[in-house]
Structures are given as C-alpha cells and as structure tokens.
C-alpha cells in the first residue's frame, strides 16, 4: 500500500547561526504514487529523507514548485530513511520522485547489497549536487580521525540510510569491525546531534550536503571536529567504483571548525521508475532549471545543479524524458 503523508512543515536547514529557521507548511496529502487528487489532479509523491537533512528540505521545495508550476499535478514531500528506503519504495511505485546517493542508486540498479536478487527499475532525472561524508565528534574528546572510533560509542546512520551504507565502508576500509570494534548505534541525524548532547554516543557519521541544519544547530552550541576521510577513497574506489569523489568540507561551514575537511564525497540523484511518463519526466528535469532560483531559496545546493553536470548519472540511465530535455538545452 502507498504511504499515506501527514501534514508536515520543513525546516530550512541552512539557516545561519542565531536565526531560527522558517517553517514552511505543506498541505496534508494522500501519498499516493500518480493517483487522482480533488478536481482530478495528479499527485506526486517526493521520498525525501530525515527531517534534519538537506534531502527533506529540498524535496518540499521541490513538491512545493511541482504544484505550482505543472499543470494538473499536486505534489507532496515524505520524510523516509533516504536513500535505501528511497530505493525501495521507488521500486514498488509507492513513491513517484525520489533522492539518492550514487552508491545506493548503483546498488540497487544492479541488485547488489541491500537490493540483492531485487534489481530496482530506476532511472535518473539530474545529478543534483554532492553529499560530504561528514563524521562529527565533541571537540576535546580525542577523536581527530577514524580509527580513533575504535571502542567508541559511533552512530552509523540510521537504517536504510545512505549514511549507513558508507560509513559501514569507511570502517571497514579503516580496519574497524562495525560489529565488533565499535558499540554501533543507527540514529538519524537529529537523534545523533542529540544523542552527542546528552553524551549518548561519542561521534556520528553524516551523508549530506552543506551545510546540515542539524549540524549547524549542534556547532551552535558545542564545540565540534570533523574527521578527514579521503585516505579511504581509493579503496572505496576499487571495491564499489567511481561513484566516490575527493571533495573538502570549507573552513566556516559549521561554527568553530575554521580549516577545510577533506573528505569522501558522493553525488545525489533525483531518481523515478523508469514506469514514469515521458513527458511528466520531461517537465520535471525542465522545472528543475527553470526554477532554480526559488529551489535554492530553500536550500543553497540547489545553486549547485549544473546543465553540463546533472546528466551525468552513472551507472544508471536517464529517463528518456529527462534527455529529451538535456538535448533541447544543449547539455
């Protein structure tokens, strides 16, 4: 059965420190994948992520902009486990639109890991912009590198998260056991930040883009390290493919953390069945660039969607909607 969607408000997660962040409501919405809503619209259902990331926030703004700009459709934005749940549920067509990491949306295109035996029929709208492998710990508590992790209390995500994928691959190509080397807790985003407060665990790991509005809400009140991880890219690379990238987390993102954080990096998609309409998928991949502006509005990666980029989505296959646009555009 569709997941039926609440009301729900999003917060806007890049706001600066000592500015409270805006709310903005979404109407309350059957999540029914290309179902009819009231005076025979369509609606669409978003698989976003956790509401402290960047994916929940981006994908309102992008529900919001799908109903105002496509004739004939209502759109909605659902708070999932992201990327692997995002995976799934675009695969039963209980979703309509979804974001993902590269690595998961591999996964599960070529039916491996999590997806084993259950190849998903997906195929790409846009590369959106790029998730940093963020692994945050307390300043002042002798974490200053991955295999300082080892005996700590570490949360890896939570299930069915793109966090969790990689931070399951980042220790082990660090030589930790998740199982066995560290006391492994699976918390979002914003029950890690919790969590770090109240001295429940002692690091988290993070897959997302910057800044992270639960992140800025912990730099805000406590003093935090982020931990370099691109020493591990080349064995990530070797094992799972190109989709890992070299990026660096700028000096200033958070509160106090005042030089640049080399780390793994891993681009998102926008991911649909490959069941989709070629022209709802066409109008979608157009809205995306024609509305860019109020998208980042809402979230400033959205400043990061590039013509010449975002049809770049290997290992998977762009929706012919989406290259019909890519080729009027010259992309």
Known sequence: MPRVVTERTYRLGWMVPGVVAALIVLSTLAACSASQAPGGSDRLSVATGGTGGVYFVYGGAL????????????????????????MQLIGDESSDLAFSLADTAADGVEGREEFEGRPVPAQALAQLYTNYTQIVAPAGSGISSVEDLRGRSVSVGSPGSGTEIIALRVLEAAGIDPDSDIDRQQLGVDESVDAVRDGTIEAFFWSGGLPTGAVTDLATTDQIVLLPTTEYLGALRDQYGEVYEE???????????????????????????????????YQITRLLFDQQDALAEAHPEARNLDINVAPQVPPLELHPGARRYYDEAGG
């Open 63 to 86: 529900a919001d902009q799908i109903t105002q700009n496509v004739d004939g459709v209502e759109a909605t934005a659902e708070a999932t486990s992201a990327s692997v749940d995002n």
């Open 247 to 281: 990026a660096s987390i700028p000096a200033g993102t958070y509160e106090g953390v005042e030089g640049d954080v080399a780390v793994i990096g891993v681009p998102n998609y926008l991911v649909v069945n490959e069941s989709m309409d070629e022209e709802m998928a």
